[in-house]
């Protein structure tokens, strides 16, 4: 007899490599050639593959799905690694300037993830906020191609912000991979 249970069957769109996230001639990430030249250009492929990830994990879902949280008691969701990170880029902008902080998007701390709501005008919204975000802060850091070059008023090199950017999108990505699969039961890299 079938047991019946709330977890959802575990799947991939992936047929070569069934434990990853989508074909290799499928995948946006993969790019034909060699890699990037310098330590700039790498950094910079890292954070767009990143970036692209989490934007695949998200992908085909409505907004209930990104909004549904992971487990009690954490407020963590899809909706609310797009709000974070959000957060997070227009954050760094303050790192590297000398004058006033900007403002926080979402308010106090943590409503980046306690105000993900699954209402498909704030998904909208959160996508918008995240692309201009990083636009902004790509913007600001490409005036200074010198990794070893300190920023703002606690002088943090251009280097260990890079660095830092590649790991939280990292990070971030793995909870993302976990919240996809308790959603649909996609899996992948």
Not at 25 to 37: A, K, T, W
Not at 94 to 117: E, H, M, Q
Not at 121 to 144: G, I, M, S
């Amino acid at each position: 007899m079938a047991r019946m249970s709330d977890e959802p069957e575990r799947w991939s769109r992936a047929t070569t490599y069934p434990d990853m996230w989508a074909d290799p001639d499928d995948d946006p990430r993969n790019s034909d050639g060699v890699s990037p030249d310098g330590e700039l250009a790498t950094l910079e492929d890292f954070l767009t593959n990143y970036r692209m990830t989490l934007r695949m994990k998200c992908d085909g879902l409505d907004a209930e799905q990104l909004a549904r949280r992971s487990v009690p008691p954490s407020t963590m969701s899809l909706l609310g690694l797009l709000r974070h990170l959000a957060e997070v880029e227009r954050d760094w902008r303050n790192w590297i300037s000398d004058g006033d902080p900007l403002p926080k998007l979402y308010g106090k701390r943590d409503a980046d993830f306690d105000g993900a709501v699954g209402e498909q005008a704030q998904v909208d919204a959160a996508y918008a906020d995240l692309a201009r975000e990083q636009a902004a802060t790509d913007a600001a850091l490409a005036r200074h191609p010198d990794l070893g070059e300190r920023l703002g008023k606690d002088g943090f090199a251009v280097r260990e912000l890079m660095v830092h950017r590649i790991e939280e999108y990292a990070r971030h990505c793995g909870q993302a991979d976990l919240l996809r699969e308790c959603i649909d039961g996609r899996v992948g890299q």
